[in-house]
């Protein structure tokens, strides 16, 4: 079966991201992370997530990396320290990685035994914030989003102020946005060079179309 790859490495989002499509059938594969030799643990963070760490002998670089997946059909699982994607439209692995080089081992330290669990949040952070940015009472959508990312759709993105979104995007633009309040939400949804208020009770959800304007709440 053919699989479409496409792959890039963002520095600012310190990681590497691989998009895989299979055009006439479905996406299934099953992925590990190892080294022959000078690692500690490998294991998994959550359902979607493995991560490997350890050191490069006494006195030695300390490391850790992690492996996450996202698909659109189909599921991603953790067995064991293996990553699981079934019959998926299509999928997307995250890979990052960080090291004593660049962190005091003190630091490092004070990661262990969470340092799986760090370095998970913090990539997705860093890759959350490509394609919202929000800060009280302003929405940023797609600010920095790759042009490998041509197109896709989250869920579920927490916002400053008690609220959430989700948005897709096609050719590399917005399609549509939906914000939902967890408590009462007043601000301001920026794309581009376009704007529009929102004003949200407890509960309530907005969506917004490619321009910002109102479909239903």
Same mark, same amino acid.
């Given at each position: 079966?053919? %699989? ?5 490495i963002s520095r600012p989002a310190d990681c ?11 996406? @299934? ?20 997530? %493995?991560?490997?760490?350890?050191? *490069? ?10 492996? @996450?997946?996202?698909?659109? &059909? ?6 064991g320290h293996t990553l699981v994607i079934e019959?998926? #439209? ?7 990685? #960080? @090291? ?22 913090? !990539? ?10 929000? +800060?009280?009472?302003? !929405? !940023? ?14 869920? &579920? ?7 959430? %979104? $989700?948005?897709?995007?096609?050719? &590399?633009? *917005? ?5 939902? $309040? ?12 376009? +704007? ?10 907005? %969506?917004? #179309? ?6 239903? @709440?």
């Amino acid at each position: 079966m053919e %699989i479409c790859r496409t792959c890039f490495i963002s520095r600012p989002a310190d990681c590497m991201v691989l998009h895989l499509r299979a055009p006439k059938g479905k996406v @299934s594969v099953e992925v590990m992370l190892n080294r022959a030799k000078y690692f500690d643990r490998t294991g998994k963070v959550n359902d979607h997530t %493995i991560y490997l760490s350890g050191n *490069l002998g006494k006195n030695a670089l300390e490391f850790a990396m992690c492996l @996450s997946a996202k698909a659109t &059909g189909g599921r991603v699982y953790t067995m064991g320290h293996t990553l699981v994607i079934e019959e998926a #439209d299509e999928a997307v692995l995250y890979f990052g990685a #960080d @090291s004593t080089f660049r962190y005091a081992k003190e630091e490092v330290a004070a990661w262990e035994p969470r340092v799986q669990d760090v370095l998970a949040e913090k !990539i997705t952070e860093k890759l959350e914030r490509a394609m919202v940015q929000s +800060r009280e009472h302003k !929405i !940023i959508l797609l600010p920095a989003l790759p042009k490998a990312w041509d197109h896709g759709e989250v869920k &579920g993105l927490r916002l400053v102020g008690n609220a959430s %979104i $989700a948005l897709a995007w096609e050719n &590399g633009k *917005l399609t549509r946005c939906a914000v939902t $309040a967890d408590q009462a939400y007043e601000g301001e949804v920026v794309y581009g060079e376009m +704007r529009q208020a929102v004003k949200l009770e407890k509960g309530e959800t907005v %969506i917004l #179309d490619a321009v910002l304007q109102l479909l239903e @709440s």
